[in-house]
């Protein structure tokens, strides 16, 4: 098949590509105005826990296959691989329904001129469960539009037609799929046939190495900072290092004159250097006198009593029962989390070429279709002619959610008539992050005399993650009433609790803040599973017991009472404090995925030593086991990083710090020496997997800490007092 017969029966297409998606936003509509509060918090609870499904563009198909001549199957994949490993899983799915070789299937990246792209972009583990079912329809329609047109070269009814590593025969003679597909102009395209089920699989749910691995070992695959185009220079752009500060003017006339000084660039947001090289353009960039226009200075203390419950507007998001009184029988903690940084290894950047009306953007992005829609907007050009080019990416997490300086590099571009490659600096990086908002947490409960819950409610406050990005709709906030990334992990699970609450405030804050991997979920996990164990200490009682026994047992319920049991009993969970080593325990739900960790620490020179995680996941089916597990593995050590080292401060009005080393991170020493990973299958699809394991780390090391020291730990990061 070529791409020449890609346009054919497009309405047949449609069928298997269209899905849901931002077009639900009419529903949330709807509910302003019936109920507007019951439903609002009805409709955050279903986007907090719902399936995120493939959102391609399908006004243009395009095509995802190409079969090359020597039978290889080329699968254009709408989403980008970040070292989550998806293309890998993507080849198990198209290899068994296509029935090939996983060897014959070779994954690539679709750019927004060779293939469809998800307009949700890369993001929120959605990229496997979101295709599990589309692209399965399209690999099995496409065999059966080989098989058809194999049974006419044959002569044959298709009937008789077998496949087997994409070779079809019949009646003792045999063609491969690239000998089928040779000259044909004019494709049957069939109804959907039915997909296999699990017992016919022969890659789905197998430990398969990934595709990408020999490539990357060699260094092959092509990153963003590895990106080259013929005759290109090098840009740059001046930043300013104090928070809010706008651009009032620009004295250029030295930096004009330097070595290497192509062109000074000079806009009406921005003033870049344009030079032969990379040094060069630094050089001159510092050469030039910028005015700036600072508000007064801030500092961390500032931050803090900003982000504080009852500061901004509040909103309940989930309310069953009556609110608790402020009585004496009522315990309460507050908690806090700081400021995160991504500290993706790669800076972000990119290389822009504009000719004429046209523009080529190769970049390591999680947003093709936005950065396109953007840069075209800037340029006045019309997207079509807009071509990004994703490469691999050196860390996403969700920093490149929102990859605005392609719009500068294709300026830059289109002022000097040549490609120009632009790259942030470490420093940039770190002071220009989209972070990970700040949070404080104040959480009360009421035991009975029975010990159990009678009451729980958790009032926290956060700044931006979904609401102001690029990724979601501008009205959306006001629809809901809450941020759809600040409430990942707020809800309390914990149903079977007769009076339960949680109530979100929001607060702007002065600098950007966005998308960081699993949103509100590491910070809303850590204040109330830290809670819960310190009740379950009030009321005397195991803290997995305590746990089962307020949870209901409806499916949600059941699927997150299992992976609780599953981790105690994989764990052998104690409250005993044995060879100097305490165990704790936490779980969540994010995305549908449960999740729960038992960790096991110890204290050395007043340290706090993790030797052990074991986690319990139920991701439904796992296309790839070991893939599964690999997640999991990088969920702990990111978040054991996140939860006993990152931080970043507000000092004289700057972000800081700037560079590693002073932004503290875990080291390989800081990596527990065994994690146990259980998966469970409590659903018969693929669940998000690259986001849920990161929820209950942080509390699971601070409840361990609470049993062997006593002490109860209530910032992030953690640190002995």
């Known amino acids: 098949m070529s791409k020449s017969d890609n346009n054919r029966k497009t309405g047949s297409r449609r069928r298997f590509l269209i899905r849901g998606g931002l077009g639900t936003v ?61 293309f890998t899983g993507l080849a198990q799915m198209a290899a068994d329904e296509l029935e090939v070789d996983i060897d014959k299937i070779e994954v690539v990246h679709a750019s927004s001129a060779s293939g469809n792209i998800d307009s949700f972009g890369t993001g929120g583990s959605t990229s496997i469960a979101s295709l599990w079912q589309p692209l399965r329809e399209m690999a099995a329609t496409m065999r059966e539009m080989v098989k058809h047109e194999a049974a006419k070269k044959l002569g044959v009814e298709i009937k008789n037609i077998s496949v087997e590593n994409g070779v079809v025969s019949a009646n ?13 102009t004019d494709w049957n395209i069939p109804d959907v046939p039915p997909l296999k089920e699990f017992s016919g699989f022969k890659y789905i749910g197998k430990p398969i190495p990934r595709v990408d691995l020999k490539a990357k070992v060699y260094g092959d695959p092509v990153f963003g900072m590895d990106a080259q185009m013929a005759n290109m220079l090098y840009g740059c752009v001046v930043r300013p290092t104090k928070i ?88 309460s903690l507050e908690f ?29 992005t999680q947003v093709i279709g936005i950065t396109r829609k953007e840069v075209a907007q800037r340029l006045g050009f019309d997207e079509e002619n807009v071509n990004v080019i994703p490469t691999y990416l050196g860390g996403g997490f969700g920093r490149r959610l929102h990859t605005p300086h392609a719009i500068q590099a294709a300026v830059m571009s289109k002022a000097v008539g040549r490609p120009v490659k632009y790259f942030f600096s470490r420093k940039e990086e770190f002071q220009h992050d989209m972070f990970r908002p700040p949070t404080h947490h104040r959480i009360k409960g009421k035991l009975g005399e029975d010990g159990m819950l009678v009451g729980l409610e958790h009032h926290f406050v956060s700044g931006d993650v979904g609401n102001n990005s690029a990724l979601l709709p501008a009205i959306l906030p006001k629809i809901l009433g809450a941020d759809v990334g600040a409430i990942r992990g707020a809800f309390i699970q914990y149903t079977k609790v007769p ?7 929001y607060v702007k804050l002065p600098f950007a803040t966005s998308w960081w991997r699993s949103l509100g979920l590491l910070a809303n996990t850590f204040a109330i599973e830290s809670f819960i164990d310190e009740m379950a200490l009030k009321a005397n009682k195991n803290p997995v017991d305590f746990r089962l026994a307020h949870i209901n047992d409806d499916e949600a319920g059941t699927r997150l009472k299992d992976v609780i049991q599953a981790a105690g ?28 960790h038992v ?15 074991t986690v319990a996941l139920d991701p439904g089916i796992a296309v790839n086991p070991d893939q599964v597990r690999a997640q999991c593995e990088g969920c702990v050590i990111m978040g054991i990083s996140a939860s006993m080292f990152e931080q970043m401060y507000v000092e004289n009005g700057e972000l800081l710090p700037t560079i590693y080393g002073p932004y503290e991170m875990a080291l390989m020493k800081h990596s527990p020496k065994e994690i146990d990973v259980v998966l469970l299958q409590g659903v018969n699809k693929p669940g998000p997997v690259g986001e849920p394991p990161l929820g209950p780390i942080a509390a699971a090391i601070g409840n361990a800490v609470r049993r062997l020291t006593g002490e109860r730990l209530t910032e992030l990061p953690l640190k002995l007092s």
């Open 172 to 184: 003792g003679k045999s063609l491969t799929y690239s000998n089928v597909v040779e000259g044909v």
């Open 499 to 505: 009076n339960h609450r949680t109530v979100y405030w």
């Open 26 to 86: 009419g529903v949330f509509a709807l509910g302003t105005y019936l109920l507007r509060n019951p439903i609002r918090r009805s409709v955050l609870g279903m986007v907090n826990s719902m399936d995120l499904t493939y959102m391609g563009e399908t006004s243009n198909p395009m095509l995802w296959f190409e079969i090359t001549k020597d039978n290889v199957i080329l699968l254009y994949s709408p989403k980008v691989e970040m070292g989550q490993g998806i």
């Open 244 to 331: 809010g500060a706008k651009f009032i003017s620009a004295d250029t006339k030295k930096a004009e004159n330097m070595p290497g000084v192509v062109k000074i660039v000079h806009e009406e947001d921005f003033v870049g250097v344009v030079a032969t090289s990379l040094i060069e353009a630094e050089n001159a960039k510092h050469a030039i006198e910028v005015v700036w226009d600072a508000p007064a200075s801030l500092n961390t203390a500032d931050i803090t009593k900003i982000m504080t419950v009852g500061n901004g507007v509040s909103s309940i998001i989930q309310k069953e029962g009556d609110a608790l009184k402020d009585e004496e029988d009522v315990y």
């Open 599 to 613: 960790v096991e620490v110890s204290i050395e020179n007043n340290e706090i030593k993790v030797h052990k995680v």
């Open 336 to 364: 806090r989390t700081p400021i995160g940084a991504h500290a993706q290894i790669e800076p972000n950047g990119v290389l822009a070429s504009v000719e004429g009306d046209k523009a080529i953007i190769k970049i390591a």
């Open 569 to 596: 009993e994989k764990a052998a969970y104690t409250d005993d404090v044995l060879n100097g080593r305490a165990m704790g325990f936490a779980a969540s739900v994010d995305a549908g995925t449960p999740c729960a």
